[in-house]
DNA sequence: CGTGTGCCCTGACAGC
DNA sequence: TGCTGTCAGGGCACAC
């Protein structure tokens, strides 16, 4: 399930492979994941060469040498295969540089990509009203405090909104509350801005730690089968329901939906 | 404008 | 063994 980090090491891995290679091959399989490809896309991107590979929340971004930006977004279950031995049949838009293949796979579909100008990059639409990257310098108690003012809705699901935030998901989301104490169900403007300047250096914590944890899975990118491993972690509260709480003194952790989304906590550390 | 709901899609898994 | 149901994930359209 691809999140922030998983999306950085993706970048990452991808960058050692593709930065300055020119792509000479592309091939698409199945034009549509959530949306259409772009319809010139193959034009696009053949021939091109790769200047750089970046990331914006939860995007990628490989910049051509043509002024032109390919976006993806893994969805819930997409990856980047390199140099795969196998197609696999969810292999949907296959790109060839001199000496490496690279697929994006993504068996449910969730992913898209899309082409745009690098000079107009920040208007496209899911970035035009995007808030801070979480571990950047415009994410503070602050800027929090003052999205989440006068605001009913849980944080919860406020820290999920990509406009107050941009990045965090429902893995990280449930993590960064349980590490500063926070009740996912209180109301985001009832939240003070002590606990809110407990929770920002947690946000950056727990997605740097899975950035390093994922980092690991970096060295999968140098093995011929290029076969890219999601990071492995261990989570305090995500998924373990009816589980004791790792705080000495904590309860069983306990899960409940919030906007059709499952939610877990510890009713004992988060009050 | 703020808030809530359902949909997109497939595979894994549980239970019969 | 095969069937059915449920769930996971992020983003967006749409209704109130």
Known sequence: M?????????VRGLARFLEGERILRVQVNRPDMRRRFPPDIVQALTGARVQ???RRAKYG???????RTMIFHLGMSGRWRIDPEEPDKHDHLVLETADHSFALCDPRRFGW???VDTSALEAWPAFAAMGPEPLGDALTARHLHLAFAGRKQSVKLMLLDQRIVAGLGNIYVCEALWRAGINPRKA????SLKALNRLVPEIRSVLEQSIRDGGSSLR????PDGEL????TR?????????DCHREDGGVIRRFAQGGRSTWYCPRCQR
């Open 2 to 10: 691809p999140e922030l980090p998983e999306v950085e090491t993706t």
């Open 52 to 54: 750089s590979l970046s």
């Open 61 to 67: 971004l490989l910049h051509t040498d043509r002024d």
């Open 113 to 115: 990509v899309d082409l």
């Open 188 to 191: 985001a403007g009832r939240v």
């Open 220 to 223: 999968d990118y140098a093995r």
């Open 229 to 232: 491993g999601y990071f492995a």
């Open 235 to 243: 989570f305090d509260v995500y998924g373990r329901e009816e589980e």
